[in-house]
């Protein structure tokens, strides 16, 4: 029989998560005879590490990945599973997203104290997030709201919205639907009013490129649309060079037997809010033309800004 090691980061979402990857690919491996057992072993990230500045300005690609990737290139461990929305749109040479299972729900959704929604929210109400993506777009809505950083593993944000005074958080709903959470959620925001990040409520699992058996397995547990949709949203990303410490949100879903993409790039003050939806059959080429789109409305001036 063969070990499998999988490496996940140590909040209880992540492990959630591997969890849940475990429990799907072991109930494979029975129907399809294959012999293996499956490990996790924790690993620290250099996202987890920092928490008292806002992912912004500690800058950078993979700060959720990075540390995972290198134990994986140097075999201490064999897959991972990460939140897509944290993967890099270029992945290190030797590895592979090996498989995207079937999407969460992918909206941002708000949890208060007392008010029914973003529009319920009084003057001038203390939200947190410290994502610039959802501080551009609800600017945009509430130019009012008093935005603040929140950051940390999902149950400790909770508890900051108690302890630290704020009105409301902004959290992705996978997150909470994954953790068992669900009553949480105070209401879900429309993606007309905030668009998401590239691949949220979506898990990439990763692996070596030449691990033909394993890639075998993950083969099984892809979901093509999934798959698909995600791969439109990525290219978009990469083609801005865009990571998850920039204001771009994207997002795909099949019509009409084809996909449709709406891309998005905002300036952190919600001043300017660039849009386009394109459809096509190509995802690659689908994301490129969104992100052209974009490109020639302005988008790149507004990214230069943003990283200075």
Not at 30 to 36: I, P, Q, T, W
């Amino acid at each position: 029989m063969r070990t499998i090691v999988v490496g996940s980061r140590q909040s209880a979402l992540a492990l959630t998560q591997t969890g849940h990857v475990i429990e799907d690919l072991n109930v494979l491996c029975a129907e399809h005879g294959l012999d293996m057992q499956f490990v996790v072993k924790k690993i620290l990230t250099k996202g987890d590490r920092i928490l008292d500045v806002t992912l912004s300005k500690v800058g950078g690609k993979g700060l959720f990945v990075k540390e995972i990737e290198q134990a994986m290139l140097a075999g201490e461990i064999d897959m991972a599973v990460h939140s897509m929305k944290d993967m890099p749109s270029e992945l290190p040479e030797g590895l592979v997203n090996g498989a995207v299972p079937r999407r969460e729900d992918p909206r941002d959704c708000l949890v208060t104290l007392g008010f029914k929604s973003l529009e319920d929210l009084p003057q001038g109400a203390k939200v947190g997030t410290s994502s610039l993506r959802r501080a551009s777009q609800i600017k945009s809505l509430r130019p009012d709201l008093q935005l603040e950083p929140v950051r940390g593993n999902i149950d400790s944000r909770l508890k900051k919205l108690e302890t630290e005074g704020f009105d409301a958080i902004i959290l992705a709903a996978a997150g909470l639907h994954r953790m068992g959470w669900k009553d949480r959620i105070t209401s879900y925001i429309p993606e007309e009013a905030c668009l998401p990040a590239v691949g949220q409520g979506a898990l990439g699992i990763e692996c070596r490129a030449d691990d033909e058996e394993l890639l075998a397995l993950l083969h099984l547990y892809n979901d093509r649309d999934t798959s698909a949709t995600v791969a439109a949203e990525r290219t978009f990303l990469g083609v801005l060079n865009g990571g998850c410490q920039v204001p771009i949100g994207a997002h795909a879903v099949w019509a009409d037997q084809e996909i449709r993409l709406t891309g998005m790039v905002g300036s952190p003050d919600g001043e300017v809010i660039l849009k386009e939806t394109l459809q096509g059959n190509d995802p690659q080429k689908l994301g490129e033309a969104v992100a052209a789109s974009l490109i020639a409305k302005g988008a790149e001036q507004i990214l230069a800004q943003v990283r200075g």
